[in-house]
């Protein structure tokens, strides 16, 4: 089955960047998600990789790929302080199992210092 | 559009007693999750529709709890009775059947369920 795995927390300076990793087991996992949620609130989708892409930019947001080491990385570029969240990594592949329903990692909290 | 909607916010309860939570999805999402989050366990599906019609329901603990969809704009999740390791929070997502070509869900705010 499909195992997505998180590094619990990172701290980081305000203005620096931040990157937060993630790990797949499954290796047609098609579609990649990174989601944040702030306290008390829902998951809000950041942005999303398919898995015959290698990266994504999105004005600060970059995703990475690697698709041999099933690994997949979302870098933060100049964080600020309203970055802080829990951002959890999630995957789905509908066309080989049929589910649309996400698996998501346990989420990786980011601290940002002023 | 509004998002998805949640009621209660937060409910509290005492053990025994019938809850009852409510979703309204996006309009024009034909895909409703339930999914339930947790310290120990993090985020986990618990059913999703399609189409009003329920698709996977297999991560339902047990038979103390159950979901509708009576319509295309409301499903309700009953837990009857609660039990205090029901404490969760409890969001609802939709999807639609085609998106921008992925499958992305967008989230309520969730219930926050307190079961003393």
């Known amino acids: 089955g499909e195992d997505v795995e998180q590094s619990l927390f990172l701290s980081v300076r305000e203005g620096d960047s931040s990157v937060i990793n993630c790990t797949y087991t499954d290796s047609s996992s098609t579609y990649l998600y990174w989601y944040k949620q702030e306290p008390g609130a829902g998951l809000q989708l950041l942005t999303y990789?398919?898995?015959?892409?290698d990266m994504k930019q999105d004005q600060r947001l970059t995703v990475l790929l690697n698709k041999k080491d099933k690994h997949l990385s979302l870098r933060i570029a100049d964080t600020q302080t309203g970055d802080s969240a829990i951002y959890f990594c999630a995957e789905i592949d509908p066309l080989d199992t049929g589910r649309r329903a996400l698996t998501f990692g346990s989420g990786t909290r980011l601290q940002v210092q002023p | 559009d509004a998002g998805v909607i949640q009621s209660p916010r937060h409910e509290v309860t005492e053990m025994g007693q019938e809850v009852t939570l409510r979703c309204k999805p996006i309009?024009?999402?034909?895909?409703l999750f339930w999914y339930r989050q947790t310290m120990m366990r993090g985020l986990e599906l618990l059913i999703y529709f399609n189409n009003n019609v329920p698709i996977d329901d297999s991560g339902m603990p047990e038979d103390r709890f159950s979901a509708k969809m009576p319509n295309a704009s409301f499903s309700t999740l009953k837990i009857q009775p609660s039990e205090p390791r029901d404490s969760a929070v409890y969001f609802c997502?939709?999807?639609?059947?085609?998106?921008?070509?992925?499958?992305?869900?967008?989230f309520g705010p969730g219930t926050r369920l307190t079961v003393t």
């Open positions: 990789i398919f898995s015959n892409m």
């Open positions: 309009s024009g999402h034909d895909y």
């Open positions: 997502a939709s999807s639609p059947e085609l998106g921008t070509g992925n499958y992305e869900q967008y």
